[in-house]
């Protein structure tokens, strides 16, 4: 199939200026969708990234800060997006924190806990619940959320503890929002398996190993695989698609 026409298509991604959000944003402004980049902390970052998806193909590009674990700022982040171009038409919320590489790696189990509870399912519910409403009242709109295929089966240690809550609580989010929101707004969750971001780049020998024996189609995902999911289900041809855990993972049946 050849990619989707977005063009005119308003989205916001959340968390685009690396890994999966950033492919996922270019992969849209590909399609000729008018795509504004989030970031956190580099805005010289995020304006990289909005200059790439001009260069491919939309026709509008914004870029807008802010620290998704400040709850003030996530409601400034929807007020700015919603009045920029008079409404958005999908709102990619990819954005996570980083427990794995990084400052963060660091953490020790509570403030690890704390902090994916806040940036990744507080976020989530409060922001999608609002952009949500605005899209119903709007009349269309269609909402992604960022989940884990291993949320679902288990996975052992602590990362995989603290994953499979906090993931776990945005795919049932997900499930419920959907139907809150229908019949005029969509809402799908995007649940990666092995995908080889920053963490994947880094990880040792045994992990390496282990994400492309567990996948059947025997090597890693990469953040493009999972944009072009991302890019399909905001597209038409998804139009009958609501409520699903997208499992993007290689085929893994753990």
Do not use: Y
């Amino acid at each position: 199939m050849p990619p989707p026409d977005l063009s005119g298509l308003r989205c916001l991604v959340l968390g685009s200026t690396s890994g999966i959000g950033r492919a996922t944003a270019l992969s849209l402004a590909a399609s000729g969708a008018d795509v504004i980049v989030h970031g956190r902390r580099s805005r010289e970052a995020a304006k990289a990234v909005s200059a790439e998806c001009l260069r491919l193909g939309s026709a509008r590009s914004a870029v807008l800060m802010a620290d998704l674990a400040d709850r003030d700022a996530g409601d400034r982040l929807i007020d700015e997006a919603w009045t920029l171009w008079d409404g958005l038409d999908a709102w990619l919320h990819l954005a996570g924190a980083d427990t794995l590489t990084g400052p963060g790696a660091d953490l020790h189990f509570d403030a690890k806990l704390d902090l994916l509870w806040s940036v990744d399912v507080v976020s989530t519910l409060r922001l999608c619940r609002r952009v949500g409403a605005l899209m119903k009242q709007q009349g269309r709109g269609t909402i992604l959320t960022m989940g884990w295929d291993q949320a679902e089966t288990g996975m052992e240690g602590d990362s995989g503890e603290l994953f499979a809550a906090t993931k776990g609580a945005i795919m049932c989010l997900t499930r419920s929002l959907s139907l809150s929101l229908a019949p005029e707004v969509r809402v799908n969750c995007l649940a990666p398996g092995w995908i080889k971001t920053s963490w994947g780049e880094q990880a040792s020998d045994d992990w390496q190993r282990r994400a492309v024996s567990e996948a059947p189609l025997a090597r890693w995902g990469t953040p493009d695989d999972v944009a072009e999911v991302a890019r399909f289900l905001v597209g038409p041809s998804a139009d009958f698609l609501t409520g699903q855990i997208v499992r993007i993972n290689g085929g893994a049946i753990r």
